[in-house]
């Protein structure tokens, strides 16, 4: 449903009629970083139509995988021109390269910026989820980044264990130097990467009720959990290396000086803390939507977001 309008939203709908989905297309591409090549995962779907880069959560499981019901289901919508649906891993996440690096939040948003400018056309649109959002914002400010539309799903600026102190704490690099420890390092990330820990992270943190808490979805979290080399940037973003704010007035003002219309989208049964976040930025949103769900709800309830963002 919607809540709030307070300019009009003049991009191109996400188009209404339905038809069978359109096979989605794999592929790798290279980012070159401080001397270093890496291997970068995206999908592509659709058509000619509008694009939309969906970003994906930044998390232990993240992947471009999370999006796949919501490109599912837009895909069916694709009256004369489909839109065109562009997806990544992000460095370190998913099936892109994870290379041991020094990952913070300038750094990821120096691959999206680059990212953009290679594979994105000018008129292109964003979805970000969770922590993407604030990386994106970020962006904006710091390179200038810019989109057609900005909508942002469940977004967060805070890693985990920031969110649960309220603060960063001089604890929190040392944990994260533990991981990336050639010894010791893997033996902890394994014990926070079994299924009971991933599952037990999932239905209090990502879903209400959905595939991903299944034996099967849990079991392929799991895999891309233990990818190799996972724990480095897994271990940036639970202590706060990604983070790209300080405190919540950041975000806040960047996302006052975006100069296009901007939808925040409030998964209204996240945790507590992530969930005030929300709404916080939602108050400076042009358009304000609310899906039932959690920090993952835009896998969850990839389809109701898709019918909700095809209602312009």
Known sequence: MYTCTRRPISSPALTTSLAAPLPARSRTTRWNHAGRSLEIAVTEQGGPGPAWLLLPALSTISSRQEWEPFAAAISR???AEAPRLISVDWPGFGDSDRPRLPYDAELLA???????????????????????????LLDAERHGLRFRDWVLVAPTWRGPFPTMARR??????????????PLLGPLLYRLNTTR??????SRRHVDVAGPGLSAKGIAERQGIARQRGARF??????TGGLDPYNDPEGWIQAARTLHSPL???????????????MQALAAVADRVLHLPGRLGAHEEFGAELAAMLSQD
């Open 233 to 238: 940037a897994s271990a940036a973003f639970v």
């Open 168 to 181: 960063q704490s001089r604890a929190f690099p040392v944990i994260r130097g533990l991981v990336e420890t």
């Open 110 to 136: 120096r691959f999206l910026a680059d990212f953009v400018r290679d594979h994105c056309p000018a008129d292109c649109g964003v979805i970000a989820a969770g922590h993407a959002a604030g990386i994106a």
């Open 77 to 79: 919508r694709q009256g």
């Open 263 to 277: 939808t925040v989208v409030v998964a209204d049964q996240s945790p507590p803390k992530s969930l005030a976040e």
């Open 196 to 201: 009971s820990v991933l599952g037990w992270m």
